[in-house]
């Protein structure tokens, strides 16, 4: 007779848990460093569907921190490779990828094409970063956004708290301040380290994306924001009163 594959996490969060689990709808935006693997705990755990969005492949440059990035991958799109590994997970999981970065339009579009229980910002550019949490925020669609992993060090120093609690992070500073601008100054869940930010690990980039710099960063804090962000997603789907 083969075997439960969920058999241990069942175990641990009930029959009632899974169900759960398997009749939760997520969206994924950002398959890097920290998307990657919360899809992946995510996947994992059981949830039973999930549309995950990213539209860039993979570079050299991302093997020191991102799931999908292998030496036989570069130039592979990262949302064809991490859905592949998804249904090799569960091949049941309802997936759907859009390979692409999102405008404001498109996400619009894809936030309001079905009901989601969950939006994870994995994101780290900050114009599509504010647009997504803005939309989430005035759908009333629960949210949990990750901040900069780059820079930092010290595992012990990532948490996840409200957003007027992060500090020690400019990339929360940044998007606090430009939410702040839409009387939002609180109510949104992030995963952050405040662990000061090394300056001298700060690189400029050609401005591709939205993105104008970024920092320096080693191979298991980001995959720790995914772990966090997976985490408070699923332990709120299974405390969740029907």
């Given at each position: 007779?083969?075997?439960?594959?969920?058999?241990?996490?069942?175990?641990?969060?009930?029959?009632?848990?899974?169900?759960?689990?398997?009749?939760?709808?997520?969206?994924?935006?950002?398959?890097?460093?920290?998307?990657?693997?919360?899809?992946?705990?995510?996947?994992?755990?059981?949830?039973?569907?999930?549309?995950?969005?990213?539209?860039?492949?993979?570079?050299?440059?991302?093997i020191n921190r991102q799931l999908p990035a292998l030496h036989s991958t570069i130039g592979k799109s990262k949302v064809e490779i991490v859905a592949e590994r998804l249904l090799d997970i569960n091949p049941k999981l309802e997936l759907l990828k859009i390979n692409e970065f999102l405008n404001p339009e498109k996400m619009e579009e894809v936030i309001d094409s079905q009901k989601f229980n969950y939006i994870l910002d994995c994101i780290d550019s900050v114009t599509p970063k504010v647009t997504l949490l803005l939309m989430a925020r005035r759908r009333k669609i629960k949210v949990?956004?990750?901040?900069?992993?780059?820079?930092?060090?010290?595992p012990a120093k990532v948490m996840?708290?409200?957003?007027?609690?992060?500090?020690?992070?400019?990339?929360?500073?940044?998007?606090?301040?430009?939410?702040?601008?839409?009387?939002?100054?609180?109510?949104?869940?992030?995963?952050f380290s405040n662990e000061i930010q090394s300056e001298e690990s700060l690189a400029m980039t050609d401005g591709a994306n939205y993105k104008r710099s970024f920092y320096g960063t080693i191979s298991y804090i980001p995959a720790i924001f995914g772990l966090y962000a997976a985490a408070e997603v699923i332990n709120y789907i299974i405390e969740k009163d029907e």
């Open positions: 007779m083969q075997k439960n594959w969920l058999e241990r996490t069942e175990l641990l969060i009930k029959e009632n848990g899974i169900e759960k689990l398997q009749n939760a709808n997520l969206l994924i935006v950002g398959l890097g460093g920290v998307g990657s693997f919360a899809a992946e705990f995510l996947a994992r755990a059981g949830v039973g569907k999930m549309t995950i969005v990213d539209g860039d492949i993979v570079d050299i440059t991302n949990v956004s990750c901040m900069g992993a780059g820079g930092k060090i010290d996840v708290r409200d957003i007027s609690k992060t500090y020690n992070c400019f990339l929360a500073k940044q998007v606090r301040k430009r939410l702040k601008k839409e009387n939002i100054d609180k109510g949104i869940r992030c995963v």
